[in-house]
T-cell receptor, first 114, second 111 residues
Framework: KQEVTQIPAALSVPEGENLVLNCSFT??????LQWFRQDPGKGLTSLLL?????REQTSGRLNASLDKSSGRSTLYIAASQPGDSATYLC?????????????FGTGTRLTVIP | EADIYQTPRYLVIGTGKKITLECSQT?????MYWYQQDPGMELHLIHY???????EKGDLSSESTVSRIRTEHFPLTLESARPSHTSQYLC??????????FGSGTRLTVV
């Protein structure tokens, strides 16, 4: 079964700092990898989707990379802002599974201090 | 803009009542999902559908039921609500190569 781990579990940074969130997965047979953000008590907002054939995706201040062979992805946030404070979830679309093929990481709770 | 909609956003209901949580998507996605999430905890898949008249149970056992009569609509029903059903319920859909899109969720409280 695919296992997805995110490090660190929590991160607190001053405003303006660049930061990296890490995601690792155990089975490299994946369709894609998706990064989400979740605000407290809210749904998930998709940030970036990387297909298995891609190495990275960028959207504004966000850049996500994918290294399928090593089972790793990173989410880079440039010039962090207090509005970036949320929980960030990595989710892997896995090939070698049954019908449920989306596996979520444990999440990183980010706090950006003004 | 195409999206996925959940209603109600919040629901407080008494024990024993029957409730239906609504989920609709306008993206034409074949696959739809229901997740349950307690505060600060991970998401658990409770139901999914691969298309009209297709419904399956997810990893987490749930007393709820679902139906998929139309592509765009995937309601979740609890026949008799209990306090143990208090949680947030998130609906999602996915299209081929498109990733998952989530609704805003329904926060259910059973008193």
């Amino acid at each position: 079964k695919q296992e997805v781990t995110q490090i660190p579990a929590a991160l607190s940074v001053p405003e303006g700092e660049n930061l990296v969130l890490n995601c690792s997965f155990t089975d490299s047979a994946i369709y894609n990898l998706q990064w989400f953000r979740q605000d407290p008590g809210k749904g998930l907002t998709s940030l970036l989707l990387i297909q298995s054939s891609q190495r990275e995706q960028t959207s504004g201040r966000l850049n996500a990379s994918l290294d399928k062979s090593s089972g790793r992805s990173t989410l880079y946030i440039a010039a962090s802002q207090p509005g970036d404070s949320a929980t960030y979830l990595c989710a892997v679309g896995s090939v070698n599974t049954g019908a449920n093929n989306l596996f979520f990481g444990t999440g990183t709770r980010l706090t950006v201090i003004p | 803009e195409a999206d996925i909609y959940q209603t109600p956003r919040y629901l407080v209901i008494g024990t024993g009542k029957k409730i239906t949580l609504e989920c609709s998507q306008t993206m034409g996605h074949d696959k739809m999902y229901w997740y349950q999430q307690d505060p600060g905890m991970e998401l658990h898949l409770i139901h999914y559908s691969y298309g009209v008249n297709s419904t399956e149970k997810g990893d987490l056992s749930s007393e709820s039921t679902v139906s998929r009569i139309r592509t765009e609509h995937f309601p979740l029903t609890l026949e008799s609500a209990r306090p143990s059903h208090t949680s947030q319920y998130l609906c999602a859909s996915s299209g081929r190569g498109k990733g998952y899109t989530f609704g805003s969720g329904t926060r259910l409280t059973v008193v």
